[in-house]
């Protein structure tokens, strides 16, 4: 007996659909983003400074002894925010000293003087 049936037809091949190459990353062209915050570093570090220093003033006229609980703790805060800020400042950080440093200002500001 003979095969009388006939061979499946051969499909065409499917051609993948071509892959679109990604762009390409922009060139350097040798200038740097500068964002706001960093476009005067030394103005910003100056502006800090000038905050830490005027809390540290405010802190020096009051009388740790005369302050009550609260009011002590508050004040050893923004001691606590004066030294963490000149540490962000040393590391370049001057976002955060600059809101550590006006905390720091804030709670010192609160505290009643002599």
Known sequence: ????QKPPEAKPAETPAPVEQPPA???NTGTQIRTPATADAAAAEKVVRETISRAR???KNIDYQRLKGGAQKAYNEAKDFIDRAEVAVKTSNLDLAKGLASQAEKLA???PSR
């Open 109 to 111: 500001n609160e505290l």
């Open 57 to 59: 003033e405010r802190l």
């Open 25 to 27: 990353p922009p060139q």
């Open 1 to 4: 007996m003979r095969d009388t």
